[in-house]
């Protein structure tokens, strides 16, 4: 596990406005990285479905992001 944060979440904190693509809804959003309690509670959905993310973090000493993406007007 690198010891650094990847490109892609090193250009979201750069520039956090996106352009989403769900289906065939495409719609702008920003991102912004979830903390304290919020990330937790998140930590514990996203690892439901992928319980591989736990393993990552123990191979790093560095917190893995979790990053939360809201849809804006533009």
């Known amino acids: ?5 990847p490109s892609w ?11 989403l693509q769900v289906l065939d809804d495409v719609f702008p959003a920003r991102a912004r990285t979830a903390e304290g309690e919020e990330r937790e ?22 917190e893995i992001p979790v990053v939360v993406l809201e849809r804006t007007t533009g």
């Open 1 to 5: 596990m690198a010891p650094t944060h």
């Open 41 to 62: 509670r998140l930590w514990q959905l996203v690892n439901q479905q992928w319980p591989d993310y736990d393993s990552y973090q123990a191979r790093t000493d560095r």
């Open 9 to 19: 979440y090193q250009n979201l904190e750069k520039e956090p406005n996106v352009e």
